[in-house]
C-alpha cells in the first residue's frame, strides 16, 4: 500500500521528512539518516532552513528498502550512493556481485543435497560392498579415493570435521564408516565453496541427529531463503529502474 501511495505523488508536490517517513513505516529522523549517507539524493531547504523532499525521494526510499533484503543493508547502501553520485555502472555492477553470489549460493546448495544422496543410507558408495567400505581405512587409501591430499585431512582433523581413531597397534590414524561419511561430506562442501567454519555446524548436525535425516528440514528451509532472495532482487531491480527512470 505504501508504494501505491507513493507512485501516486504529483510531481512537483513538496514532502517534509516526517512526510516521507510515514509513508515508508519509518522515523523521520531515519529519513534524514539515509540523505546524510548518500542513499538519498540531498534535498532542498525551505526558507527556514527544512527539508523539502519531492516524489524522486520517494522513489529513491523505495528502491533503497527493496534492495535491502535482496542484497543486504551495506550493499544496498553502496547502489544507491553509486546511483545518486552518477555511477550507475558502479551501482550495476554490484548487482551483478549479488546475482554471482546468489548463483553460487544455489551452486554450493546442489552440491550439499549432491552430497547428502551420496551418502544417504542404502544409495550412497559407503553402503555398497566394496570391502574398503566395510574396513576402517587408513589416511593414504581414503585420501586417494577422495583425490586430496593425506595433508588436507589432517588439516580437517585440525578443525574438528573429522575425528579418525588410531590402531592400537602403529598409531596411524583409521578412518571407520562414520569418519568416511564426514570426510566425503566436506570434501563435497569444500567444492561447493563453503568455508571450514561454515561445514562444522552442518557435521555437528548430522553427528548429533545420528545420521543426515534430519538435514532435509535446514535444506527445504535453504530453498525458501534462497528463492527468497531471488524474487527480492527481482523487486529490487524494478524499484530501482523506476528511479533511474525518474532521474532521467
Not at 523521520?28 to 540523505?35: G, H, I, L, P, T
Not at 548487482?95 to 554450493?108: N, S
Amino acid at each position: 500500500m505504501c508504494a501505491a501511495v507513493g507512485r501516486n505523488l504529483q510531481s512537483g508536490e513538496k514532502l517534509r521528512p516526517v512526510d516521507l517517513a510515514r509513508r515508508h513505516g519509518l522515523s523521520a529522523q531515519a529519513v534524514r539518516n539515509y540523505e546524510e549517507a548518500g542513499i538519498l539524493p540531498a534535498a532542498a531547504r525551505s526558507a527556514h532552513g527544512y527539508r523539502l523532499y519531492t516524489p524522486l525521494h520517494a522513489h529513491a526510499l523505495r528502491a533503497f528498502l527493496a534492495l535491502v533484503p535482496a542484497h543486504g543493508h551495506p550493499t544496498a547502501t553502496a547502489i544507491m550512493q553509486a546511483v545518486n553520485r552518477g555511477a550507475v555502472d558502479e551501482a550495476l555492477h554490484l548487482i551483478d556481485l549479488g546475482h554471482a553470489q546468489l548463483l553460487d549460493d544455489r551452486g554450493t546448495l546442489r552440491a550439499v543435497e549432491r552430497a547428502l544422496r551420496d551418502l544417504s543410507p542404502g544409495t550412497g558408495p559407503e553402503r555398497d560392498a566394496s570391502p574398503a567400505r566395510s574396513r576402517r581405512v587408513f589416511i593414504g587409501p581414503l585420501a586417494e579415493e577422495l583425490g586430496i591430499r593425506p595433508a588436507t585431512l589432517r588439516k580437517w582433523e585440525d578443525a574438528g570435521l573429522v575425528r579418525p581413531g588410531r590402531d592400537p597397534v602403529t598409531g596411524y590414524r583409521v578412518y571407520g564408516e562414520a569418519d568416511v561419511r564426514d570426510a566425503r561430506l566436506v570434501h563435497q562442501l569444500r567444492r561447493g565453496g563453503h568455508l571450514l567454519e561454515q561445514i562444522a555446524p552442518l557435521l555437528a548436525r548430522v553427528r548429533e541427529a545420528g545420521g543426515l535425516e534430519p538435514l532435509e528440514g535446514a535444506l527445504r528451509d535453504w530453498h525458501g531463503r534462497l528463492s527468497a532472495r531471488s524474487r527480492a532482487m527481482l523487486n529490487g531491480a524494478a524499484e530501482l529502474e523506476t528511479y533511474l527512470r525518474a532521474r532521467g
